[in-house]
């Protein structure tokens, strides 16, 4: 990136915080004291989707963590480190991991497309994929990409909401929860999967309730490859 290029940006920032602080004289100064915001933001790291503009959040309103495909891996400490401060030190009421519709990590998980380190990564979804597949595989390709945007979103809430962090702030009676939403990128909007787990006792029926909106091509009981933490027995699903 030329020199210029960066320079416009600085010259942005001093712009965008002469504006801000001339609306809201105080507001920097206010926002440095502290933060405490009630939302955690486990989003993807595509660039189209920025948190703060999508809610119409200010700056300390919601706390992020982003990566490709928004992914909480139950070994990854960068999720779970951030996790645990947003629910331990910053006392957040809401985590919502968001998807997004037209995600290239899932469409590459789903299509099998080499896109080279970042294949390790996104065996996550893929072992999504490779665990519904009856769900998947009788659709039209677009909207198999779609769904599994949503079935991914639903396991990363599964899998924040077993987390140790989780399950010792509800062992304490912590009120958080957890919810699921993925973003238009065609028209702006956020969907509700409706996968909100707020207890433990919640997580795995909330689970089986929101795969049963996808329905199986052939059902012989099982939609399992690997095996998940979530797994359930076959006649509640």
Not at 6 to 35: I, K, V
Not at 44 to 63: H, K, M, Q, Y
Not at 109 to 118: C, E, P, S, T
Not at 124 to 147: A, G, N, S, T, W
């Amino acid at each position: 990136m030329p020199d210029h290029d960066l320079t416009e940006l600085l010259s942005r920032n001093r712009r965008w915080a002469a504006d801000r602080e001339s609306r809201e004289p105080g507001f920097f100064t206010r926002l440095a004291q502290q933060q405490s915001p009630r939302y955690m933001w486990i989003g993807c790291a595509d660039s189209r989707v920025p948190a703060n503009e999508i809610t119409g959040l200010d700056p300390g309103e919601v706390f992020v963590h982003r990566n490709v495909a928004n992914i909480v891996g139950h070994s990854d400490l960068n999720a779970l480190s951030t996790i645990q401060f947003a629910v331990e030190h910053l006392k957040v009421e809401h985590i919502i991991v968001v998807g997004h519709y037209g995600c290239a990590g899932v469409r590459a998980a789903m299509r099998g497309i080499r896109v080279g380190l970042a294949d390790n990564w996104l065996r996550h979804v893929h072992d999504v994929r490779l665990r519904h597949r009856k769900r998947l595989d009788h659709l039209p390709p677009d909207e198999q990409e779609d769904i599994l945007c949503e079935m991914n979103v639903i396991e990363q809430v599964g899998n924040v909401a077993l987390s140790t962090v989780m399950q010792d702030a509800w062992a304490r009676g912590q009120k958080v929860s957890v919810h699921g939403w993925v973003y238009g990128l065609r028209d702006g909007l956020l969907k509700d999967l409706q996968v909100t787990m707020d207890r433990p006792e919640t997580v795995v029926q909330v689970f089986a309730t929101a795969l049963k909106r996808y329905p199986r091509q052939a059902d012989d009981g099982t939609d399992t490859l690997f095996g998940s933490a979530l797994d359930l027995e076959p006649d509640s699903r």
